[in-house]
């Protein structure tokens, strides 16, 4: 029952190009596609683009805290920001969101932390909404 959850369509800060990958579905929407990379380790990972889900896939193994480097599948500019998170204390990355804003989210393997800050909260939550509605009603109206 994700019909609650909105759907996010995100991009890379550095080069702007969408990072929604439609052939690899998350949720059964377009998943977040991202190259990680941890001590050990470099793959790809698929993020789920429904706000509020922690689902995910990766082509790796990630030992569980383990903290991950994100990193842009087309200019590889690397999303780790010099935040950190509020829960565990790893780097917080972050895409933007092509309504306008960003999401965060931690690099730690399994800290659920994430947030999006909306540029706008009117139109975003317009937006919303307005996809909302595309799910849930057919008989308003
Ligand atoms: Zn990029
Ligand atoms: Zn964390």
Redesign the pocket.
Known sequence: MNNQLVSMNVK?P??G?SLMDHAKLVDDKPGIKMLIKTAKNAGTIWLSSLYGSYHLECNIAIEKDEIAVFS?P??K?EMTTEELCGICNAPLSAVVLDMGGKVKFCSRKGCTKHSAEFEDLSLALKKMYEEFDSYSSKDTQ
């Open positions: 890379c550095k080069c190009k842009c087309f200019c500019a």
